[in-house]
């Protein structure tokens, strides 16, 4: 059984994942909190900039990465904020935008360190080098805070694998399905 390891980005959670995981579990993998023992890591967003050096997985998948030049962390989160508001109208109902964006400010205030440490890390070094893991990058094609070219503009991205799905930055954990076929089509 191959075993997933989940690095949330700034102000997710395991609510967020929900979703994500029942599908993971369904397809056969088990989930775990011990990232240097998985198979695979999945980080999303912010979490990219998260996965320990050195790691043993024999997939890592680098989703939604805040990366575009030119642009501030700032105005990418305003961007992202009103793209999902109209989203959210029309696809998945108001009222789940509204819990998740709860959910977003409860973790943000119950766990300040995690803020200052995935502030603090969000530099292209900290990035996975891609040298000794299968890296795939993934780039939902409506993201607002994930550059279309960031595997041009990106040092280590010239060793990922880059791949973009339909939809929005996080479509991987209300619509997960993509997601664990890419997972299972790769290992």
């Not at 980005?9 to 929900?18: D, F, I, L, N």
């Not at 503009?153 to 479509?171: F, Q, R, S, V």
Request: proline share 6%; with cysteine.
């Amino acid at each position: 059984m191959k075993t997933v390891a989940i690095i949330y980005g700034w102000a997710e959670g395991r609510w967020q994942s929900k979703r994500f995981v029942k599908t993971l579990i369904k397809n056969g993998f088990e989930i775990t909190d011990n990232i240097q023992k998985a198979n695979v890591i999945f980080a999303h967003s912010s979490g990219c900039y998260l996965v320990p050096v050195g790691t043993k997985a024999e997939l890592i998948v680098l989703v939604g990465l805040p990366f575009w030049p030119g642009r501030s962390l700032a105005s990418s989160i305003v961007r992202k904020l009103v793209m999902e508001i109209k989203y959210h109208r029309r696809h998945k109902g108001f009222g789940w935008w509204l819990n998740k964006m709860s959910h977003n400010s409860w973790y943000i205030i119950t766990r300040p360190q995690a803020t200052y440490y995935g502030i603090t890390r969000h530099k292209v070094g900290n990035l996975p080098s891609g040298q000794n893991t299968k890296v795939l990058l993934v780039r939902p094609s409506d993201d607002t805070t994930h550059h279309p070219e960031a595997t041009k503009k990106l040092e280590p991205a010239k060793n990922y694998k880059y791949i973009e799905l339909p939809g929005a930055h996080d479509d991987c954990w209300m619509e997960p399905k993509p997601y664990v076929d890419l997972l299972l089509k790769e290992l």
